[in-house]
């Protein structure tokens, strides 16, 4: 395992960058992977189980996360953003992933912070590795390990996930075997990104997709990398444009109201998960569908769930796309996917007509930088309110495979 020293440590510091200018010296940072984090929350039979909760201690976990673009040094973003005790990383490791929990040989690299193998990070907080010499290439897969020597507390973390997150006991940071890694999640703990520097374009730049469970990937196959970011990623390297794609979703995730299970809302987090990451150039939100059906789902997951507005939506929309605007950032506005035919209660004749007015201002008004039309790339032909049969999960409501590549085909890229 080679240990890599300090090129660059940020800490506890905003790291926004703009696109590059032939003044800037030093590596400029892209987003290639990242989530969105929330509190801590028991698993359940629909979400699975987690260890957020209970936290760790002598532990190492592993997760893997897949590339949107590569580059030629690498660092890694942790946050205790929902802690309330310091956190402390004994020590962390980046290496290509050979599958599940196994790395490829020679590829672990230690990373450090500051100069040193271990950091601590307050609460509320989140801080960045120093650079690790690692070098990646577009839709590659990669683990990242983090062992925790002392008692965490409970762990600021992503829900759900298509991918998987390994745990084992003691510290095993660089195995290249997924033995000791005997048990596993659909979760990611503390990490909330992977950037990376040195791509050769200067007109290289980072797209975050953020909303609710469409863009989180509710209905995409787990390990399959079929979520609509994961498309979108794939477009764009096929299409040798120069774009990373982070997702930044959250399943149950609304923008007017907070809830204990699915996140700050939207309004809240938004500058967090999408203007506080390096080298972003265009955000697309696709909010509004968890407003109007939470008062017809009972979720005691949901929290407060009062009726909505069209105006109430489409005015947190608006405060959405000024603070991209005000940070150089463009928004394309994600019409809200049909919600009619759902096997849960979402649906209601009064959310219908809100969902209208939202997407018909989404596409008319001009507030939007572009328009992704979620809606009609997924509607029923006979009837709109309807998704179209071969686009929708067995839920009756979120994309499968087929929808989400249909949702990543009517991005015009252009647009980004």
């Known amino acids: 395992m080679a240990v890599v020293s300090a090129v660059s440590a940020v800490a506890h510091e905003d790291t926004r960058q703009k696109q590059p200018t032939a003044e800037r010296t030093g590596p400029v940072w892209t987003g290639a992977w990242g989530t969105a984090v929330q509190q801590p929350v028991a698993g359940s039979e629909d979400w699975g189980p987690n260890w957020s909760r209970q936290g760790f201690a002598d532990q190492s976990v592993r997760q893997v996360v897949r590339f949107a673009t590569g580059g030629s040094a690498l660092r890694i973003r942790l946050s205790n953003a929902y802690g309330t005790t310091p956190l402390r990383i004994t020590a962390a490791t980046v290496a290509r992933s050979a599958g599940d929990a196994q790395v490829w040989p020679g590829t672990a690299r230690e990373l450090t912070f500051g100069g040193r193998q271990s950091t601590t990070i307050a609460p509320g907080r989140e801080l960045v ?12 897969k990669l683990t990242v390990t983090l062992y925790f020597a002392d008692r965490t507390g409970p762990a600021s973390f992503h829900r759900f996930t298509t991918a998987t997150s390994y745990r084992a006991a003691g510290r095993h940071l660089s195995d290249v075997a997924g033995d000791p890694f005997k048990e596993s999640t659909n979760a990611w703990y503390f ?15 980072t797209v975050v997709a953020f909303g609710d469970s469409l863009i989180d990937g509710t209905g995409a196959t787990p390990g399959a990398d079929n979520r609509f970011t994961d498309k979108l990623a794939e477009r764009l390297v096929a299409a040798r444009r120069p774009l990373d794609v982070v997702n930044a979703g959250i399943g149950g995730n609304r923008i007017l109201n907070d809830s204990p299970c699915y996140g700050d809302k939207a309004t809240d987090r938004f500058p967090r998960d999408v203007l506080g990451r390096p080298g972003v150039r265009t955000v697309i939100i696709h909010l509004g569908a968890n407003d109007i059906g939470a008062p017809q789902m009972g979720d005691p997951c949901m929290g407060s769930a009062p009726a909505v507005t069209a105006g109430q939506i489409i005015e947190a929309h608006k405060q959405l796309i000024r603070a991209a605007h005000a940070h150089g950032v463009k928004a394309v506005g994600a019409t809200i996917l049909p919600m009619k035919g759902a096997l849960f209660p979402v649906y209601s004749e009064q959310g219908e007509k809100v969902r209208t007015s939202v997407n018909h201002w989404i596409r008319t008004s001009g507030a939007y930088d572009a328009v992704l039309d979620v809606d009609r790339a997924l509607a029923n032909p006979v009837d709109p309110a309807l998704p179209r049969p071969g686009y929708v999960f067995q839920d009756g409501l979120h994309p499968n495979e087929a929808g989400f590549h249909a949702i990543a085909s009517a991005m015009d890229l252009d647009a980004l």
């Open 129 to 140: 590795s120093d650079a690790g010499s690692l070098s990646t290439s577009p839709l590659e």
């Open 191 to 205: 990490l909330t990104g992977v950037e990376v520097s040195g791509a050769a374009s200067p007109r290289r730049g």
